[in-house]
């Protein structure tokens, strides 16, 4: 009970500084100096953000799994989960290249730039952080430590899991659609 | 080897056998510690700690401002001397002051072991001291390879473009930005727990509707904290990306904005003023109604106007930006926001009137310094009403008159509630009463000194001296003022000495207090001075708002009328 608390505390928080990013962004749209635009750098992420979306729906079959105290079918699930953030992580990693090499764009090159990365690159890193989080819990899983009394822990990480994906909804909304 | 002695009293360790633990096992108990109370005492002292250190950045300001044309110190060092005051009063003072008072008491309040998370509680007070060291580290390594650091200089608000790196060499200002960034990180975890213990951790019986007032007030500031600290946070980060890493978040060249600087510090430096008042609210919403012998006037008012305050604070930041030049809808927005946020300040105001009035009031110190709160926080209140008008503040913005009237809000205000609530809960923590006498001479040193120094500061702000000015020509009719606002400190540095003795001298030589001096009402009153590691043998079971008063008058009690 508490440690749900204590995370939705942790979520309020963290939605200050990801509004503040957001307003940013926004604000500073179209304002950059120097090119290039979002419009011809940018391609919609559907791949990865499907990913993602659906990791939030592993993680939920994981609690309900740990729940009724099956812990090879949670480990199952959150294996899945695990590796659907990865694909998210790499195909970030992978526009990020695009960017760089294709087209230049740098966190120094241009306002655009500035706001970019920085809003991406903060929902990047607590996708990250997530990750570290459910890879220590998974090893938990495969050593035998994770059993059913710890389902409401397992509830708390994912509803900070469940955060990071909402905010995705967020940013991916106003970086590829609209801000562009 | 046992005896029948150690046998029979294996619970209770002596304070005799305390005191001759080597050194080393105290120090190493302090600091691994993870007890709400060591915690507290932990904040409280590290705050008052600084309290000194700003303090004497203030005398040293005050010193140069006495005379004109005076070169007491050099510009530079007065650059560094507002920033750092500033800073360190905000940051280093204020929040873990208040931290240290709601990490001891709300848990025992609300008949708790220990807050909601208590590693957390250690984690955030160690990160809230590692901010303070950083920024005071500026003093000596900041200068780096450009010789050009010392201090922060760029004032508590830090406004762009002056932290550009074009325009702050060196590395003084990412002291700034680090330092603040840590101890914010503190700041959250600590709200984060206060919050969680106040809604999980009640006692049986201890409704949302029974919780003493501080408990409420800092449950709001808690969460006030959490969504306030983390634009500064954000804000932080954009500053840090443009310095280390060549963005343009605040570069005016590429596209960036200045003025957006000044929107994301305010939407966190605003409310941080509730943030640090309303704990000052809380501490006499417990005093005066205990040395009143009233129950709190419009307790369900108090905790709605508190709400009140806590919504609309976050509304009012662009009223800190009227003279930047803003529409006339913005200006007419937050005019009247800020006018708004009166009202349930005053209705405060009125309940603890309320409180006083027909009661059998005892003046003991606590009360005084709550009484003198009352009426400088209404000044304040008055002049923060006359600068919420855009056409004043045009006027008067970064005059001496807003520098006075918001040293009236946290001193006149927050300063002498905390000192109140210092001399309040002083025989609960050492056991100990204070001397009533010391106790009277600072309170009234203070005072005077107070009035003094801020009464007077407002004049030369209305007659044009601006603020953060190093020094000032003869003849301007400053001078005569402000050799008055200096004098004022020596008033104020000889009632903190009473306070010092007085407090030092009562931990080691004061009567002892027993659990409850003041016959006050709640429930940390009921466990032993100072309180057992465990707070309460039992689980404390309440049935009233002044769960004491139940207990002392069982033919009467509270719950009946509740």
Redesign the interface.
């Known amino acids: 009970?508490?440690g749900h608390?204590?995370m939705w505390?942790?979520i309020?928080?963290?939605?200050?500084?990801f509004?503040?990013?957001v307003v940013?962004y926004l604000?500073?749209a179209g304002?950059?100096?120097?090119g290039p635009t979002p419009r011809e750098v940018l391609d919609v992420p559907i791949f990865i953000s499907i990913c993602l979306f659906s990791s939030s729906f592993t993680i939920v079959m994981a609690e309900r799994a740990i729940h009724r105290g099956n812990t090879r079918l949670f480990a199952g699930w959150w294996f899945a989960t695990i590796a659907l953030g990865l694909i998210f992580v790499i195909g970030s990693f992978r526009e990020w290249y695009h960017l760089i090499y294709d087209h230049g764009v740098t966190?120094?090159s241009?306002?655009f730039g500035?706001?970019f990365y920085?809003l991406v690159g903060?929902h990047l890193s607590h996708v990250l952080i997530g990750l570290t989080m459910l890879t220590i819990v998974l090893i938990f899983a495969l050593l035998g430590h994770v059993r059913q009394e710890h389902a409401q822990r397992i509830g708390v990480l994912a509803l900070y899991w469940h955060f990071v994906d909402t905010v995705w909804v967020v940013v991916l909304s106003v970086v590829y659609f609209i801000a562009r | 080897m046992l005896d029948s002695d150690s046998i029979s009293k294996p619970m209770f360790v002596p304070p005799a056998e305390a005191q001759a633990r080597p050194l080393f096992d105290r120090v190493h108990e302090w600091i691994v510690t993870v007890d709400h109370k060591k915690l507290g005492l932990m904040y409280i002292g590290y705050g008052i700690l600084f309290l000194v250190i700003g303090g004497l950045e203030a005398t040293a300001m005050r010193i140069q401002l006495a005379f004109p044309n005076n070169h007491f110190i050099s510009p530079q060092l007065f650059n560094q001397l507002f920033t750092m005051h500033g800073t360190t009063m905000v940051f280093l003072v204020g929040m873990p002051i208040l931290f240290g008072f709601a990490n001891y008491l709300v848990p025992l309040m609300i008949g708790a072991r220990d807050m909601?998370?208590p590693r957390?509680n250690a984690f955030g007070f160690w990160m809230s001291a590692l901010g303070g060291i950083i920024l005071y580290f500026s003093f000596i390594g900041a200068s780096g390879l450009y010789g050009a650091g010392g201090a922060p200089d760029v004032g508590w608000f830090a406004y762009a473009p002056l932290t550009a790196k074009a325009f702050s060499r060196g590395h003084s200002t990412d002291y700034w930005t680090i330092g603040l960034l840590v101890s914010g990180i503190g700041s959250?975890a600590t709200?984060?727990?206060i919050?969680?213990t106040a809604?999980?951790?009640r006692c049986p019986g201890m409704t949302l509707g029974r919780m003493p007032l501080f408990v409420w007030l800092n449950t709001v500031v808690?969460?006030m904290v959490?969504?306030?600290?983390?634009?500064l946070?954000?804000?932080q980060?954009?500053l840090m990306?443009?310095r280390y890493?060549?963005?343009?978040?605040f570069?005016t060249?590429?596209?960036?904005?200045a003025v957006?600087w000044m929107h994301?510090f305010w939407?966190f430096g605003h409310p941080e003023v509730y943030v640090l008042i309303i704990p000052g609210f809380a501490f006499a919403s417990e005093i005066i109604p205990v040395f009143s012998r009233k129950p709190i006037f419009g307790y369900a008012i108090m905790v709605a106007a508190t709400l009140g305050i806590g919504f609309l604070s976050l509304g009012v930041w662009a009223h800190h930006m009227f003279t930047v030049g803003m529409t006339s809808y913005s200006n007419a927005f937050f005019t009247a926001t800020t006018m708004a946020v009166g009202v349930p300040t005053g209705i405060k105001i009125f309940n603890w009137l309320g409180t006083m009035w027909g009661g059998k009031i005892r003046f003991t110190i606590p009360m005084m310094f709550c009484i003198g709160f009352l009426f400088q926080f209404l000044i304040a209140g008055l002049t923060g009403i006359m600068l919420s008008a855009a056409p004043f503040d045009w006027q008067l913005g970064n005059s001496y008159f807003v520098v006075a009237h918001f040293h009236y809000v946290l001193i006149g205000g927050l300063v002498f509630t905390i000192f109140g609530a210092l001399y309040y809960w002083f025989p609960k923590v050492s056991g100990r009463m204070f001397s009533d006498t010391l106790g009277r001479w600072h309170f009234w040193l203070f005072l005077i000194g107070f009035h003094i120094t801020f009464d007077f500061m407002h004049i030369p702000g209305v007659l044009g001296m601006p603020r953060r000015i190093y020094t000032y020509e003869a003849g301007r009719g400053w001078d005569t003022l402000n050799l008055i606002v200096s004098l004022g400190v020596i008033f104020q540095i000889a009632g903190i000495l009473f306070w010092v003795v007085n407090f030092l001298w009562s931990s080691f030589k004061g009567k002892p207090a027993g659990n409850d001096p003041w016959d006050a009402w709640t429930l940390e009153w009921s466990t032993t001075s100072p309180p057992p590691d465990y707070n309460f043998a039992t689980t404390p079971v309440v049935h009233s708002r002044r769960p004491l008063w139940d207990l002392k008058h069982p033919e009467d009690p509270d719950w009946k009328y509740e």
Do not use: W
């Open positions: 009970m508490r608390v204590g505390c942790l309020a928080a963290e939605s200050a500084i509004t503040i990013f940013a604000y500073y304002k950059s100096i120097t966190i120094s241009s306002l500035t706001t920085s903060l | 909601a998370f957390l959250i709200a984060l727990n919050v969680t809604l999980c951790l808690g969460s959490l969504i306030v600290i983390s634009p946070t954000a804000a980060i954009m990306i443009d890493l060549g963005g343009h978040f570069d060249q590429a596209g960036g904005s957006v994301f939407i």
